[in-house]
């Protein structure tokens, strides 16, 4: 039996747990790659969300939370992970091909969506590394395109290769079925790099103080307004905690599901 085989064999469902296939699998460089898998009938869940993905481990299931990097309506979900090379699950989930199999949970959840938000002009999406996967399924969201004027994804990261999904994201989202429209006139992608050369370089705190974090094509002020703009924050630790700070000692105020705010952070992902 080969290993692959011997692998799935197993994987079984439960009651939290179902068992799909990967679809594809893309490796941006050496220390990230995406993938897709199939979806339930069943599966529903809000831009945003964030879901259990895993493998069988030593006698329970070896599971990870991963944003949802697909939109809502797509017809397989989209993942996108670090490689960690001594991982438990990263090491073996890198080596994924089409046709293996892994478990996804059956209930996603997650605060970074839009009903934790109250209403404004501006969203701002601040992202590193991985953090920019739930906002990929944000940006494919027609109803984000009812809410907010204009709509930015930040994108900061170490190297270029990093910028998984650039041809998607400077292209304003061309080809996509249901907001290619809306994003031409209202979606706005601004990548930024802190150890190579590149067009925008420098983390997004130093954005912030700069002021080209506002710049064209963005119209409103050039400093973040708890009146008209909303904040949706995911990836480091240092870099949402520190942003986090900042927006409080302006007046921002965090939301939640049961109580919308100014701004919101993936709890979950925080230690």
Not at 199 to 205: A, F, K, N, Q
Request: charged residues 25%; negative net charge.
């Amino acid at each position: 039996m080969s290993d692959r085989i011997a692998e799935a064999a197993k994987l079984a469902p439960s009651a939290s747990l179902t068992v799909e296939e990967v679809r594809s699998v893309r490796h941006w460089n050496e220390h990230l790659f995406s993938f897709t898998i199939t979806r339930p009938p069943s599966f529903r869940f809000r831009s945003g969300e964030f879901v259990m993905i895993g493998l069988p481990g030593e006698g329970r299931p070896l599971l990870r939370a991963y944003s949802i990097a697909s939109p809502a309506y797509a017809d397989e979900l989209e993942f996108l992970s670090i490689k960690v090379p001594d991982g438990p699950l990263t090491s073996r989930l890198q080596k994924i091909q089409p046709g293996d199999p892994v478990y996804l949970g059956r209930k996603p959840t997650g605060t970074l969506v839009a009903d934790a938000l109250l209403p404004g002009r501006r969203l701002f999406m601040l992202s590193t590394g991985t953090g920019l996967a739930p906002f990929l399924s944000l940006a494919r969201d027609p109803d984000i395109y009812e809410r907010f004027n204009q709509i930015v994804i930040v994108h900061c990261v170490r190297q270029v290769s990093d910028l998984a999904f650039r041809d998607e994201l400077e292209s304003q989202l061309a080809g996509d079925p249901l907001v290619q429209d809306q994003a031409l006139l209202q979606f706005h992608y601004l990548p930024t790099v802190t150890r190579q050369p590149f067009r925008t370089e420098g983390r997004i705190d130093a954005l912030i103080e700069s002021g080209s974090l506002f710049g064209h094509p963005l119209t409103g002020s050039a400093h973040f307004d708890p009146a008209t703009d909303r904040i949706m924050m995911c990836g480091s630790m240092a870099m949402i905690r520190d942003l986090e700070a900042r927006f409080e000692a302006l007046g921002f105020k965090e939301g939640s599901n049961a109580a919308p705010g100014d701004f919101v952070i993936e709890r979950a992902f925080v230690g």
